[in-house]
């Protein structure tokens, strides 16, 4: 004997599935239908408990959803469901719906993960004075403008400087200072060398996708220290003068 489907029930609608993968701030749309199997007319609502603060869940554009059922019959509907801007990378959470109408129940879930965003950004200043002869410490900023920690190839190159390769690990949204060591030797004031910066994620070059920044900080040199030694002493008696 094959027995009628009696009560409740919350089917998925063609193209939604239980599955979802959703980007940050991005929001993602589930066909829902509720049917009525019982011999009266149900008033049924719908309710979710179970995603994180910061989360948005509408149904047909309204945060709440009520409507009354005949017998036998059915309500579609469209649920929206967004993560926050600043959700992290990975994070997996449940979306648990459930149709009630006094004890009856039905319940659809789906999982949702949020996808990894990649992005850098590289602050350099346009140009850096440094004392001649002098080992200066040049900053700038790098940050992983992402939604997860990258892992990231920072590359150096300059006349005044030493070729480097460095590998920094930012966590999501991190800037970090970066200080390079410079040196122009003993050159005239106001002559200039090209500092060279490039930055990629490696974390993106593995999920296939190319992410990388570079630009050029011209270092000028502002002054001139002598090397020791190369100094001449003079001795000069009372209202005496000398050149050189």
Request: aromatic fraction near 6%; hydrophobic fraction near 45%.
């Amino acid at each position: 004997e094959v027995l009628s489907l009696s009560g409740l029930r919350l089917w998925p609608l063609e193209g939604t599935g239980d599955r979802y993968w959703l980007d940050s701030g991005q929001p993602a749309w589930l066909g829902l239908e509720v049917v009525n199997y019982e011999a009266d007319t149900l008033e049924v609502t719908l309710a979710n408990a179970s995603l994180p603060a910061g989360w948005a869940l509408t149904y047909d554009g309204d945060p709440d959803w009520s409507k009354s059922i005949p017998a036998g019959a059915s309500a579609s509907l469209n649920v929206t469901v967004t993560p926050p801007q600043d959700a992290p990378a990975a994070q997996t959470t449940w979306l648990q719906l459930t149709a009630s109408s006094g004890t009856l129940q039905a319940r659809f879930d789906a999982n949702l993960t949020v996808n990894q965003q990649f992005g850098l950004a590289l602050a350099l200043p346009d140009r850096f004075a440094l004392l001649g002869n002098v080992e200066s410490a040049v900053k700038f900023n790098i940050t992983n403008a992402g939604n997860g920690p990258d892992l990231l190839e920072l590359n150096l190159s300059g006349v005044w400087v030493t070729d480097e390769t460095q590998l920094l690990s930012l966590d999501p949204f991190e800037t970090r200072e970066i200080a390079v060591l410079a040196n122009s030797g003993l050159v005239e004031p106001g002559t200039a060398s090209a500092l060279a910066v490039s930055v990629r994620s490696l974390t993106a070059a593995e999920s296939g996708q190319t992410v990388a920044q570079s630009g050029t900080l011209t270092l000028v040199a502002s002054g001139l220290l002598l090397a020791p030694g190369s100094v001449e002493m003079l001795e000069l008696a009372p209202d005496e003068s000398d050149s050189f």
